[in-house]
């Protein structure tokens, strides 16, 4: 049985391939120490110099929107469920199952592997290298792809519920506001934030690309009704 790729947009393959040239190209610029290292402590200097205490606290709530296993995840599976009981299938579940295995095979080991020290760590000799400190876990910016990945399945699950702007805002709105957040309050250099912008706008297109109402889930649950679509009944 041939699955078919569910259509995106922009349709093709070419914005893929641009995500993934821009994100390696961010890591390879790092790793080679060039001026793309001025820059991360350029601005890393200019919000530690001009961030008064109401904004850091502000902001620092604002920043919890990206934390994927104590609020997303949560989120995620509370909309499943209802979107499964109104639909009669548990196919909504596939695709928060998938946005949590994605993001575990990606963004935790590419922390590991590349090594780079927070933004906030003034005690490190050149904590914006990569590759530097066996203990560094600051790239890519896993509030950011967090952010992306699973506001877009909430997106994709609240879509017969919430108006259309709204879902736009939610897909789009609040992984700006934490590329904002997590470069201003320092927790990570502004190049963590472009590149996880890249891979999670890739992994994004993944999980949209994913037929979910076509993946076989056998024949117990195909006979009690539960393996309907969820996608397709509108």
Known sequence: MRLELRPVRPAGWWLDALLVAGFAAITILLAAKTPLLDLDLAVRDFVD?????????????????????????????I?????ARARHTVRPFLLVVGAFVITYVTIGPLKIWTDR???????????????????????????????????????TLLTDV????LVAAI????????????TYLSFHWITDGLAALMLGLLLDRILRRTPWDAIPLGSRLTRSGWAGPFYDTH
């Open 117 to 155: 020290t927070a933004a906030s760590d003034h005690k490190v000799a050149h904590p914006e290298y990569l590759f530097h400190i066996d203990s560094g876990m600051s790239y890519p910016s896993g509030h950011v792809v967090n952010a992306i990945v699973w506001y877009g399945v909430l997106a």
């Open 49 to 77: 110099a001009h961030r008064p205490g109401w904004a850091g606290t502000t902001l620092l709530i604002f920043n919890r929107l990206g934390q994927g296993g104590q609020i997303l995840t949560p989120l995620a599976l």
């Open 79 to 83: 909309a499943a469920f209802f979107l």
């Open 171 to 182: 897909r789009y709105t609040i992984p700006l506001v934490l590329l904002f957040t997590t």
């Open 162 to 165: 919430l108006s259309r702007r």
